[in-house]
Structure formats: structure tokens, C-alpha cells
């Protein structure tokens, strides 16, 4: 589905502790690829994607940090524009859980008062070694009022519904604030580009990974800066 044809553009931004597969949940929905030689790197991974919600068509601009959470480099230029957050921990790493309260305090202080968040238990497909019990996370989702699922990035599971389902529901929450919200339009629902290079967190990243639909997304207006 072709950015040119969207009707909404939403950036959604993915945090975490390293290691998590972040990276990997973003190219399992925006490739369908998964690699398990990870890399971690310093600068910027993104990708989009384009889905259809009740009619409309809506692409997702997912930025991943990209290695930058372990030196704690993540600054406010990242979280701008975003109108929804994933956090991810790993379902085998009980700190990994644990650090969920430091990134949604951190994304409360730094992003939009009305960012929509979802929070990812990753790597499912590691029952044997889980130290984090389905229950628990659900009640810590419940009580801090974010939206929650178990994924794999390995497999697949869940992963396109999780980005579907913080997709849907920024729409709807759009839908209710009755904003006249187009592409090409500059308010915060949107990420703004008129033109300009994609720099969220430097003017000149040193890693980039595009995974995109369209090879001329940063043209278009309604981008991310």
C-alpha cells in the first residue's frame, strides 16, 4: 500500500532496554524480516508501513533507538511529533521488566500529554526461560492504563497486531478529538516534514535503516522531523 496514497501519517516511537529486539519487531512489521545476529548501533532506525482502519488509509512511521538507550543518549528530539510509543522488555529478563517504569516515566516527562502507549512483552517464543509471568504484566499495564501484549519478532506472533491495534487506537482517539487532521497537515497529531531530512535525534545520524514502502517518503510533507 503506498505512502502517496495515505490519508494519516503517525509516528510511533519504540524504546526499551538494549537487547529487548526492538529492531527486530520493527523490521518483522515493516519487512517481515528478522535476523538474529543483532547489531547494536548508534543512531536511527525507522520504517513504515501502510494499513487500512475503517477506510482510511494510515502509515506508520515506526523509530526504533537504535543502540542509543545504553549510553541513555535518548533525548526529546526522538519522542517529538510521536503520537504513540511502544515500550518493549524481554518476557526472559525480569530488569528488562522492571526498566518499564523508567521509560514510561521518562516518556510521560518528554513526549505529548495525549501520546497513546502500548506495552510489548517480546520473545514468546521463550516459554522455557520466561521471568516475567503473563499476570503480572497485565496488571502493571492495567494499573498505569496502557494497552499491553506478548510478542514475537521471531515468529510473528502478535507483532503486526500490536502495531494495528496502537495504530487503531491513535485513530480513534483522533476520530473523538474531531481535529481536521489530513497528510499534509502541520498539527501535532502528525509529524510535520515540509521537505526536510528525517533528524529526530541528530542533524546527520549516523546509522539509519530505512525500511519503507516508498523510496521517496522523505519528500513527502507529513513526515517526521
Known amino acids: 500500500m503506498p505512502e502517496e496514497e495515505s490519508e494519516y501519517i503517525f509516528?510511533?516511537?519504540?524504546?526499551?532496554?538494549?537487547?529487548?529486539?526492538?529492531s527486530n519487531l520493527l523490521n518483522r512489521f515493516t519487512r517481515n524480516e528478522f535476523t538474529d545476529k543483532t547489531k547494536a548501533t548508534i543512531g536511527v532506525d525507522f520504517g513504515t508501513k501502510s494499513i487500512e482502519i475503517d477506510g482510511a488509509v494510515v502509515t506508520a512511521q515506526c523509530w526504533d533507538t537504535a543502540g542509543q538507550e545504553r549510553f541513555r543518549a535518548v533525548t526529546?528530539?526522538?519522542y517529538r511529533g510521536a503520537?504513540?510509543?511502544?515500550?518493549?522488555?524481554?518476557?526472559t529478563s525480569k530488569i528488562s521488566f522492571k526498566n518499564v517504569t523508567r521509560w514510561l516515566?521518562?516518556?510521560r516527562e518528554m513526549a505529548e500529554q495525549d501520546i497513546l502507549i502500548m506495552m510489548v512483552g517480546n520473545k514468546?517464543?521463550?516459554?522455557?526461560?520466561r521471568e516475567v509471568p503473563t499476570k503480572e504484566a497485565q496488571a502493571f499495564a492495567e494499573s498505569n492504563k496502557i494497552s499491553f501484549l506478548e510478542t514475537s519478532a521471531l515468529?510473528?506472533?502478535?507483532?503486526?497486531?500490536?502495531?494495528?491495534?496502537?495504530?487503531?487506537?491513535?485513530?480513534?482517539?483522533l476520530s473523538l478529538s474531531r481535529k481536521p487532521v489530513v497528510a499534509d497537515d502541520v498539527q501535532n497529531w502528525l509529524v510535520p516534514n515540509q521537505?526536510?531530512?528525517?533528524?529526530?535525534?541528530?542533524?546527520q545520524p549516523t546509522s539509519t535503516n530505512l525500511a519503507s514502502t516508498t523510496s521517496t517518503h522523505q519528500?513527502?510533507?507529513?513526515?517526521?522531523?
Open 195 to 203: 521537505g526536510k531530512k528525517l533528524t529526530p535525534i541528530t542533524d
Open 76 to 78: 526529546s528530539g526522538y
Open 124 to 129: 514468546s517464543d521463550l516459554e522455557m526461560s
Open 105 to 107: 516515566n521518562e516518556l
Open 155 to 173: 515468529n510473528s506472533t502478535n507483532v503486526n497486531q500490536a502495531f494495528e491495534r496502537l495504530l487503531t487506537d491513535i485513530y480513534h482517539q
Open 83 to 91: 503520537v504513540g510509543a511502544m515500550i518493549v522488555y524481554d518476557i
Open 219 to 225: 519528500e513527502k510533507k507529513g513526515c517526521c522531523k
Open 11 to 22: 509516528k510511533i516511537v519504540i524504546i526499551g532496554d538494549s537487547a529487548v529486539g526492538k
